[in-house]
């Protein structure tokens, strides 16, 4: 069952709501989260969505994505289901007043059964869904705009995943290589703080034959990657530290933060804060604070 989370009516919009579907079937792992939102009167016109260690597909009801690679980019990209690749700058989303959709996070050795090619050829700031699958996009995308219960809209996107598990053929089914998959996992479990050596004497690659592999298949090499996981892992803590999760005495600052996630120290984090989104992470938390009050940080929205 979906697990709503309304904002609080202090905040300066209509309504906030997020609600988060539990990973569940044969296609959990390659889909960890999957959260739907509905936000009516915004006054926030850009989002930024954050570098992600995870590709991103956004599907909009009744209206399309638009997302932008700058807060002023003169031709933005727009589509109705879209796929974020993974990245290490920000993407600029244009939010209308009244915004409706479906954001999932896919594990990006899923690319593969999911989307028809490895991680490493979606590349550039997004992609339209409809380009890379054909008319099953457009399939999936009426199918959640006809159903106004969320549960059904998951339910919509969970067969749609079962049909591409089972019915992928070609190279798009064959699966990354072992040590690729599971160097990716050694990367995560460490939560980005694994030295290369150790990552190639777990999986038996020389440095130079595991960056081509994971090249080959992420379009990033383990050291970018690693970066990603890094930062996804403490934009999570400044998320819940931000929305009141630390409050009180002896809240966790963001040096604590820096320190936890496997930072030399705050200023090597907000180096890498401000080089991975372009400003501070004091600044952003200002930009974001209604979307992190609404509880769109712990329903895994980027």
């Known amino acids: 069952m979906a697990q709503e989370e309304d904002a609080p009516p202090s905040l300066d919009l209509t309504s906030a709501e997020f609600v988060r579907a539990p990973p569940h079937g044969p296609w959990a792992d390659a889909v960890p989260s999957m959260v739907g939102y509905r936000q009516r009167g915004l006054t926030q016109r850009l989002h930024r969505g954050l ?80 380009d890379m699958i054909g008319p099953e996009a457009g399939l999936l995308q009426r199918r959640v705009e006809d159903e106004e219960d969320w549960d059904l809209r998951f339910a919509a996107v969970g067969r749609f995943l079962l049909d591409r598990l089972h019915s992928v053929s070609g ?13 990716w996992r050694w990367i995560v479990s460490h939560g980005g703080n694994g030295g290369v ?15 081509k592999v994971f090249t080959d298949e992420f379009g990033l090499g383990p050291k970018a990657l690693s970066r990603l996981v890094r930062f996804e892992r403490a934009v999570a803590m400044v998320r819940d530290r931000a929305a009141g999760a630390g409050a009180g005495t002896g809240a966790e600052t963001l040096s604590d933060i820096a320190a936890r996630a496997g930072y ?4 090597h984090f907000d180096r890498e804060f401000r080089g991975m989104v372009g400003t501070s992470p004091t600044a952003w938390i200002d ?3 209604r979307n992190l009050q609404a509880g769109g940080h712990r329903s895994g929205s980027h």
Request: net charge negative; hydrophobic share 45%; with cysteine.
């Open 264 to 267: 030399a120290d705050h200023a």
């Open 51 to 130: 570098p992600s260690s995870s590709l991103v597909l956004v599907i909009g009801i009744d209206a399309p994505i638009v997302v932008g690679s700058s807060e002023d980019d003169p031709a933005p990209f727009s589509a109705h289901a879209l796929v974020g690749p993974l990245a290490t700058q920000p993407a600029y989303i244009d939010q209308p007043r009244d915004q409706e959709g479906l954001q999932l996070a896919v594990d990006p050795l899923a690319a593969r059964w999911l989307f028809g090619a490895p991680a490493s050829r979606l590349p550039g700031l997004a992609l339209d869904l409809l």
């Open 287 to 289: 930009e974001e604070r």
């Open 171 to 183: 190279a798009a089914a064959t699966p990354p290589r072992a040590e690729v998959a599971e160097g």
């Open 197 to 211: 050596d150790a990552l190639c004497a777990h999986v038996g690659l020389g440095p130079r034959q595991l960056r």
